[in-house]
């Protein structure tokens, strides 16, 4: 039974940092690619950030290059994303998502999911 928990969110100030945590249960990270989504009121759910198993090459959205950055620890089966220079509109849920792919780059490209967690921030 392949479960993904979040956990990290809160709410913050404008200007400040967040790291959220993704513990894997029933699949190790070191063999998925995977990814970070965020889900704000009224818009999709998008991609923020994404490892790929192997190689650990990394991707950004545009809107959080450089700001955002994220690691894996395979010995933990943990994934983080470490968030910092928080903006208003990075205010979403985020989701961990694990994909059987080497890489992913949309929603369907992930098959396990975490139930997501709020960031709220303020101006």
């Known amino acids: 039974q392949v479960q993904l928990e979040e956990s990290g969110g809160g709410l913050v100030q404008a200007g400040g940092s967040l790291r959220l945590s993704c513990a894997a249960f029933?699949?190790?990270?070191?063999?998925?690619?995977m990814g970070w989504f965020r889900q704000a009121p009224g818009k999709e759910r998008a991609l923020v950030a994404s490892?790929?198993?192997?190689?650990?090459?990394?991707s950004y959205a545009d809107s959080v290059k450089g700001r955002f950055t994220i690691l894996r620890d395979n010995a933990k089966n943990t994934v983080y994303l470490q968030m910092n220079n928080l903006k208003p509109e990075d205010t979403a849920v985020y989701y961990c998502?694990?994909?059987?792919?080497?890489?992913?780059?949309?929603?369907?490209?992930?098959?396990?999911w975490g139930q997501g967690t709020q960031v709220t921030v303020s101006s």
């Open positions: 998502a694990a994909s059987t792919l080497y890489q992913g780059a949309t929603v369907n490209d992930y098959a396990y």
């Open positions: 029933g699949r190790t990270v070191s063999s998925s690619c």
């Open positions: 490892i790929r198993r192997g190689d650990s090459i990394t």
